[in-house]
């Protein structure tokens, strides 16, 4: 699959993977429809696309609110007439041990965020995504993989993601709309930053060594990049993550305590 001249709808457009990914997309000569919440950042992601001599408009969506992802969806195909492909790429943070937590309302938000303001999307756009046998991208992570300490809420919502995508691929069979989801693990954006603590407030810091095993956005976004042009169905980044999953099935109990350990070191 290539990109050029393709509708493609992006959430969380305004920094992080998101930004990077958008650019690298303008630079195949994609339409680009990015959606976030933060109007500045949005718009200097926007400009960076048409520098790339791409067509990008900036749509202000929380995707929280069902009816905001009901106009994003609206307006990429009055602007553009179709939609071929939707990433839902919108993601919140939250860190902290569960017995620590004293705002329980952590877990509604990141689950709004992350799980349901993929599902508002994906059902707006579906029935035009049939039409053009296109493809529906969801950024997961390895946390949607497996249970890692302090991020009880984070792992919940992607593992509600990587549910619901695995069921909705099943359901799709026969309508030539393929889904990916895709699982990096830690990747050098800000996310920890803003992840929500204890409290319920952005931490404002990372708690882990950011030079530490973190990937460069630049190479995740290759990644998505080739795996979105192949179709597939799932990519797992990091050579961690590809075995974890192997050793998950035969030795349950050594990854929890190798995860265990990774968050006693972050």
Same mark, same amino acid.
């Given at each position: 699959?290539?990109?050029?001249?393709?509708?493609?709808?992006?959430?969380?457009?305004?920094?992080?993977?998101?930004?990077?990914?958008?650019?690298?997309?303008?630079?195949?000569?994609?339409?680009?429809?990015?959606?976030?919440?933060?109007?500045?950042?949005?718009?200097?992601?926007?400009?960076?696309?048409?520098?790339? *001599?791409?067509? +990008? $408009? @900036?749509?202000?969506?929380? =995707? /929280? %609110?069902?009816?905001?992802?009901?106009?994003?969806?609206?307006?990429?195909?009055?602007?553009?007439?179709?939609?071929?492909?939707?990433?839902?790429?919108? *993601?919140?943070? +939250? $860190? @902290?041990?569960?017995?620590? =937590? /004293? %705002?329980?309302?952590?877990?509604?938000?990141?689950?709004?965020?992350?799980?349901?303001?993929?599902?508002?999307?994906?059902?707006?756009?579906?029935?035009?995504?049939?039409?053009?046998?296109?493809?529906?991208?969801?950024?997961?992570?390895?946390?949607?993989?497996?249970?890692?300490?302090?991020?009880?809420?984070?792992?919940?919502?992607?593992?509600?993601?990587?549910?619901?995508?695995?069921?909705?691929?099943?359901?799709?069979?026969?309508?030539?709309?393929?889904?990916?989801?895709?699982?990096?693990?830690?990747?050098?954006?800000?996310?920890?930053?803003?992840?929500?603590?204890?409290?319920?407030?952005?931490?404002?810091?990372?708690?882990?060594?950011?030079?530490?095993?973190?990937?460069?956005?630049?190479?995740?976004?290759?990644?998505?990049?080739?795996?979105?042009?192949?179709?597939?169905?799932?990519?797992?980044?990091?050579?961690?993550?590809?075995?974890?999953?192997?050793?998950?099935?035969?030795?349950?109990?050594?990854?929890?305590?190798?995860?265990?350990?990774?968050?006693?070191?972050?």
């Amino acid at each position: 699959m290539r990109f050029n001249h393709k509708t493609v709808i992006l959430t969380g457009a305004s920094d992080g993977i998101g930004r990077a990914l958008a650019i690298t997309l303008a630079q195949q000569q994609a339409n680009l429809v990015l959606a976030a919440r933060n109007e500045v950042a949005l718009t200097e992601t926007v400009e960076a696309c048409k520098q790339q *001599g791409a067509r +990008a $408009i @900036a749509v202000l969506a929380d =995707v /929280t %609110d069902p009816d905001a992802c009901k106009r994003l969806i609206d307006e990429s195909v009055q602007q553009f007439g179709g939609i071929d492909i939707l990433v839902n790429n919108a *993601g919140i943070g +939250a $860190i @902290a041990r569960f017995e620590e =937590v /004293t %705002d329980l309302s952590i877990f509604e938000q990141v689950m709004r965020v992350n799980y349901l303001g993929a599902v508002y999307c994906t059902y707006h756009a579906l029935p035009y995504l049939k039409t053009s046998k296109g493809l529906l991208v969801a950024i997961s992570s390895l946390c949607g993989k497996q249970g890692v300490p302090t991020r009880s809420g984070y792992v919940a919502s992607k593992h509600a993601m990587q549910g619901f995508f695995d069921t909705l691929r099943i359901e799709l069979q026969g309508t030539s709309v393929d889904v990916l989801v895709v699982s990096p693990g830690f990747v050098a954006t800000d996310i920890r930053e803003r992840a929500l603590g204890a409290d319920g407030k952005p931490l404002g810091h990372s708690p882990r060594d950011e030079g530490k095993d973190t990937m460069p956005v630049e190479e995740c976004v290759q990644q998505i990049i080739r795996a979105m042009e192949r179709r597939q169905r799932e990519e797992v980044m990091t050579l961690k993550g590809k075995v974890g999953q192997w050793l998950k099935l035969v030795a349950p109990n050594l990854v929890d305590r190798l995860a265990a350990n990774a968050a006693r070191t972050q």
